[in-house]
């Protein structure tokens, strides 16, 4: 089974500033990689995505991430944060469909708490 | 296109009782699957359905189940309710073409709580 590390449960950062919120995965093979935002009382809205290609994906918001497997590491980070980005972020992996009998699942870090003060 | 709709948002129950949440997912989406997000153990992997079929399940006592109908719409039922139980519970739905692996969209949720 897959592991997800995020490494701060809880970011505080003024506004404007640059923020970077970690994960860390535990497969050496291949996997493909997501980061989702929660806001309160909300479901979860997809940030962005890697599933092949190149290691900088650019998702909404402003945000991106960038995929390192040596690291086993698929930051996030967005260089000036809105007091409107204060909401919690989860880091997931999934595998690739050729590993098809876990097609599908997601498995999530413990999530980022990022509150941006004015 | 509408989103993933779950119902209801909010429902409280007393223990012992038995419970079912509904989810419709995205028009032509033929996957779905259900989580359970508590403080203490985070988002956890209920199961999956595929055309009516349970692909994949986690690691949940047999009170928890679930079904998939034929126009892909998905319930979840957990009985003999436990406090423990009281989540927000999340449906996501995904589209698959052929064999790619599609993000999944998830629902705003149903709040359970167990009184």
């Known amino acids: 089974a897959q592991s997800v590390t995020q490494l701060d449960s809880q970011v505080p950062v003024f506004e404007e500033a640059p923020v970077e919120l970690r994960c860390n995965y535990s497969?050496?093979?291949?996997?493909?990689l997501f980061w989702y935002v929660q806001y309160p009382n909300q479901g979860l809205q997809l940030l962005l995505k890697?599933?092949?290609?190149?290691?900088l994906v650019k998702g909404i918001n402003g945000f991106e991430a960038e995929f390192n497997k040596s690291q086993t590491s698929f930051h996030l980070r967005k260089p000036s944060v809105h007091i409107s980005d204060t909401a919690e972020y989860f880091c997931?992996?999934?595998?690739?469909?050729?590993?098809?009998?876990?097609?599908?699942?997601?498995?999530f870090g413990r999530g980022t708490q990022l509150t941006v003060w004015p | 296109k509408a989103g993933v709709t779950q119902t209801p948002r909010y429902l409280i129950k007393t223990r012992g009782q038995q419970v079912t949440l509904s989810c419709s997912p995205i028009?032509?989406?033929?996957?779905v699957s259900w989580y359970q997000q508590t403080p203490g153990q985070g988002l956890q992997f209920l199961f999956e359905?595929?055309?009516?079929?349970?692909?994949n399940k986690g690691n949940f006592p047999g009170r928890f189940s679930g079904r998939q109908f034929s126009n892909s719409r998905s319930e979840m039922n957990v009985s003999t309710l436990e406090l423990g139980d009281s989540a927000l519970y999340l449906c996501?739905?995904?589209?698959?073409?052929?064999?790619?692996?599609?993000?999944?969209?998830f629902g705003q949720g149903t709040r359970l709580t167990v009184v």
């Open positions: 890697y599933l092949s290609g190149s290691t």
């Open positions: 359905y595929f055309s009516e079929t349970q692909r």
């Open positions: 996501a739905s995904r589209g698959l073409r052929g064999q790619a692996n599609t993000e999944a969209f």
């Open positions: 497969s050496s093979v291949s996997v493909y």
């Open positions: 997931a992996v999934s595998d690739p469909p050729d590993r098809g009998s876990t097609l599908g699942r997601l498995y």
């Open positions: 028009s032509g989406h033929r996957s």
